[in-house]
Nanobody
Framework: QVQPVESGGGSVQAEGSLRLSCVASGSTNYMGWFRQAPGKEREGVACINTRNGRPFYADSVKGRFTISQDNAKNTLHLQMNSLKPEDAGTYYC????????????????????WGQGTQVTVSS
């Protein structure tokens, strides 16, 4: 079992930046970041295949967010730049356990393990 643990959330003004981190032990195929705002469904933001480093982004964050991994530290990062008020919410790190996919997915139902979430607030 992979147990992701997120950190790095906080409050920032619009156009500011935050960097989220997620430490996850265990073997994974891909990992992703999701977010959920109050009253809204959880949505996939970015994911990365941990075997080949191939990322994928939601259109809403493309060009502003960057997902990366530090394999030596079993850590996943999400660099968020040019933040907008609509980016606010609880951000979750998720892991797909070891399998053979060559890409990753922003579908929440493909993930096995989830972190507790970290809060991101963006003020206008």
């Amino acid at each position: 079992q992979v147990q992701p643990v997120e950190s790095g959330g906080g409050s920032v003004q619009a156009e500011g930046s935050l960097r989220l981190s997620c430490v996850a032990s265990g073997s994974t195929n891909y990992m992703g970041w999701f977010r959920q705002a109050p009253g809204k469904e959880r949505e996939g933001v970015a994911c990365i295949n941990t075997r080949n480093g191939r990322p994928f982004y939601a259109d809403s964050v493309k060009g502003r967010f960057t997902i990366s991994q530090d394999n030596a530290k079993n850590t996943l990062h999400l660099q968020m730049n040019s933040l907008k008020p609509e980016d606010a919410g609880t951000y979750y790190c998720a892991a797909r356990r070891a399998s053979t996919y060559l890409s990753c997915s922003l579908r929440a139902d493909t993930y096995n393990d989830w972190g507790q979430g970290t809060q991101v607030t963006v003020s206008s």
